[in-house]
């Protein structure tokens, strides 16, 4: 069975950084294209950054410059960091895993981690 | 990014009605679509990928079909636990989500 747990999500004052980490068991992080989509209170999914098996990495235009995302394989957990943390980017993480190929759907989910962006 | 456009918003029905939801991107792309359902407080869920194919455990009440610039995702009667906002997805843009209300 394939779980997903994310952590680290936390109220953090605008300007400030924040690291989440999804745990990951039933599948090998370092073998998937492994995905964090967001989600702002009321609003729709909104696609953050994707890691493929051979490293690659691509970011959203509002996430680019400020985000990191990375995994640890002998932990087999994948990780994003966000630095210069804003308002709009109070949301819900989830990370998924997707498939590795066309149509790039994402099929196991994690239950999300909050972050809040706020004085 | 290839923009989505979902309609409608939202819509409400009867338990037993046939309801369909539509996605058009804003440029073809083949059948590289997928779709997924989200409950309250919940993670989204896989219901189909690529246009046509129902990911296991769905109920074969759903159904999907497009490709180009069309696509519909279609519940052939409609039960109280699909209540719930359903999201298109091609590559890493989403639609802006479809609210299914029970009338």
């Known amino acids: 069975e394939v779980q997903l747990v994310e952590s680290g999500g936390a109220l953090i004052q605008p300007g400030g950084s924040l690291r989440l980490s999804c745990a990951a068991s039933?599948?090998?992080?370092?073998?998937?294209?492994m995905t964090w989509v967001r989600q702002a209170p009321g609003k729709g999914l909104e696609w953050v950054s994707t890691?493929?098996?051979?490293?690659?990495?691509y970011y959203a235009d509002s996430v680019k410059g400020r985000c990191i995302i990375s995994r640890e394989n002998s932990k087999n957990t994948l990780y994003v960091q966000i630095n210069s943390l804003r308002a709009d980017d109070t949301a819900v993480y989830y990370c998924?895993?997707?498939?590795?190929?066309?149509?790039?759907?994402?099929?196991?989910w994690g239950q999300g981690t909050l972050v809040a962006v706020s004085s | 990014d290839i923009p989505m456009t979902q309609s409608p918003t939202s819509l409400s029905a009867s338990v037993g009605d046939r309801v369909t939801i539509t996605c058009r991107p804003s440029?073809?792309?083949?059948?590289?679509l997928n779709w997924y359902q989200q409950k309250p407080g919940k993670a989204p869920k896989l219901l189909i990928y690529g246009a046509s194919t129902l990911q296991s455990g769905v109920p074969p009440r759903f159904s999907g079909t497009g490709s180009g610039t069309d696509f519909t995702i279609t519940i052939s009667s409609l039960q109280p636990e699909d209540v719930g906002i359903y999201y298109c997805?091609?590559?890493?843009?989403f639609g802006q989500g479809t609210k299914v209300e029970i009338k």
């Open positions: 440029q073809s792309i083949s059948n590289h």
């Open positions: 039933g599948v090998t992080v370092s073998l998937s294209y």
């Open positions: 998924a895993r997707a498939s590795s190929g066309w149509p790039y759907y994402l099929d196991y």
């Open positions: 890691i493929y098996s051979d490293g690659r990495a």
């Open positions: 997805q091609q590559l890493w843009t």
